[in-house]
């Protein structure tokens, strides 16, 4: 396990830890439409950001997805397959936090 998220590199590790730091802010965050101060960042930066980093996620996986089929080694086609198990999982948890701050105002 600790290999497999060495070898994904620091980019995408600094990836998954902005959106494993979102996951455990965007709790605490209540969207606004007119936050004024410190209220900016829960209100307005952190809901706005989320999406954002759920898209560059789902990016990665999708070039994953097409490193991993061009891969002839199997364990190329494992490690790709372990990096989008990886996004895919952090995204949706991601997502999931997105849909309960928002929760008041979509539904």
């Not at 990836?15 to 007119?34: D, N, Q, R």
């Not at 996004?87 to 997502?95: F, H, P, R, W």
């Amino acid at each position: 396990m600790y290999e497999t998220w060495r070898s994904m590199g620091l980019l995408r590790n600094l990836l998954h830890l902005l959106a494993v730091s979102l996951i455990f802010v965007l709790p605490f965050s209540e969207p606004a439409w007119h936050p004024e101060g410190a209220q900016i960042i829960l209100g307005a930066v952190i809901p706005a950001v989320a999406p954002m980093i759920v898209i560059i996620i789902m990016l990665d996986t999708l070039m994953g997805k097409v490193f991993q089929s061009d891969a002839a080694e199997p364990e190329k086609k494992a490690y790709y397959g372990a990096v989008m198990k990886t996004n895919l999982s952090i995204a949706l948890v991601v997502t999931l936090m997105w849909l309960e701050a928002f929760n008041d105002a979509l539904f």
